[in-house]
């Protein structure tokens, strides 16, 4: 094993023996560990009789850390990173530590394994090549729904992560501005509970709605195909007849609502509410 390096290792998402010979090889003949979670890397250690030291690198201590990781690259040590599960610095940890590293001219090498965005759209069956990540969408809804009316308009796949707690109202605001697409939600990968749910929109959403959804999730939605207008009114519709379900029984704020999550001009959304007899 070469000196002074920064091995970067991808670790399992779920299943333990997602795990490649050199990753073990590699963080059993390191120096040093540095990772996420110091109680999540020691499952897996122990697992395959690890013996490396384990210092914690985490978003909270990773500039402080960087600079101890760096003096010891520099004195010869050699050190593995990983994080929490899947590939350090993909919606984790990681980035910042890398770049100091490579900035102090020190070597990284990155070890390839897990992810679980590759691992979702592998058995997904959506798109055909391109696909945009959007790590974590914002978890406040009115920037969820700002961010997700940027793509509207995005033709290739769209691929997230997202907390369990959130999926339901994530899921209906994809509805309400992109359209009734395709969608599948991967939950636990690779674990014992691993689950695919597909479908459109409209029927994963009733899917989730109704249960109480569990450990992490990667949403996968087909990207737009391109009828503009055609699309947007049929969404129009069916927010409008949404909001009046939950109890909106004036026109104008229907309205107001409607233009203001959708991005569409008042005066259509003004019209289409006029032609499906809304109050």
Request: with cysteine.
């Given at each position: 094993?070469?000196?002074?390096?920064?091995?970067?290792?991808?670790?399992?998402?779920?299943?333990?023996?997602?795990?490649?010979?050199?990753?073990?090889?590699?963080?059993?003949?390191?120096?040093?560990?540095?990772?996420?979670?110091?109680?999540?890397?020691?499952?897996?250690?122990?697992?395959?009789?690890?013996?490396?030291?384990?210092?914690?690198?985490?978003?909270?201590?990773?500039?402080?850390?960087?600079?101890?990781?760096?003096?010891?690259?520099?004195?010869?040590?050699?050190?593995?990173?990983?994080?929490?599960?899947?590939?350090?610095?993909?919606?984790?940890?990681?980035?910042?530590?890398?770049?100091r590293v490579v900035e102090a001219g020190l070597r990284v090498v990155p070890l390839?394994?897990?992810?679980?965005?590759?691992?979702?759209l592998s058995a997904s069956g959506v798109g055909e090549g391109a696909f945009v990540?959007?790590?974590?969408?914002?978890?406040?809804?009115?920037?969820?729904?700002?961010?997700?009316?940027?793509?509207?308009?995005?033709?290739?796949?769209?691929?997230?992560?997202?907390?369990?707690?959130?999926?339901?109202?994530?899921?209906?605001?994809?509805?309400?501005?992109?359209?009734?697409?395709?969608?599948?939600?991967?939950?636990?990968?690779?674990?014992?509970?691993?689950?695919?749910?597909?479908?459109?929109?409209?029927?994963?959403?009733?899917?989730?709605?109704?249960?109480?959804?569990?450990?992490?999730?990667?949403?996968?939605?087909?990207?737009?195909?391109?009828?503009?207008?055609?699309?947007?009114?049929?969404?129009?519709?069916?927010?409008?007849?949404?909001?009046?379900?939950?109890?909106?029984?004036?026109?104008?704020e229907l309205v107001r609502q409607v233009a203001r999550e959708t991005g569409i001009?008042?005066?259509?959304?003004?019209?289409?509410?006029?032609?499906?007899?809304?109050?």
């Open positions: 094993m070469e000196k002074g390096v920064l091995y970067v290792v991808a670790t399992p998402i779920g299943n333990l023996e997602d795990i490649t010979y050199r990753a073990v090889r590699i963080l059993r003949e390191a120096d040093l560990i540095a990772a996420e979670d110091t109680r999540r890397t020691r499952i897996l250690t122990e697992a395959y009789g690890i013996k490396t030291p384990i210092t914690s690198l985490h978003e909270h201590n990773e500039a402080k850390k960087a600079s101890f990781l760096i003096e010891k690259l520099r004195r010869g040590s050699t050190i593995a990173y990983c994080c929490d599960a899947g590939t350090p610095g993909v919606s984790d940890p990681g980035t910042m530590t890398v770049r390839p394994g897990p992810s679980a965005l590759i691992t979702a990540f959007l790590a974590f969408l914002p978890s406040h809804p009115s920037r969820r729904r700002e961010a997700l009316r940027t793509l509207r308009d995005e033709r290739r796949t769209l691929i997230f992560y997202e907390s369990p707690r959130r999926l339901a109202a994530c899921l209906h605001d994809c509805l309400s501005i992109l359209g009734n697409r395709h969608v599948v939600v991967a939950r636990e990968l690779t674990k014992i509970h691993e689950e695919f749910m597909r479908g459109s929109l409209e029927e994963v959403c009733a899917l989730v709605g109704g249960r109480t959804i569990k450990g992490e999730v990667t949403v996968i939605v087909a990207g737009g195909e391109g009828k503009g207008r055609e699309i947007r009114e049929e969404d129009i519709r069916r927010r409008l007849r949404e909001l009046a379900a939950e109890g909106v029984v004036s026109r104008r001009p008042r005066s259509l959304v003004y019209r289409l509410a006029l032609e499906g007899d809304f109050p």
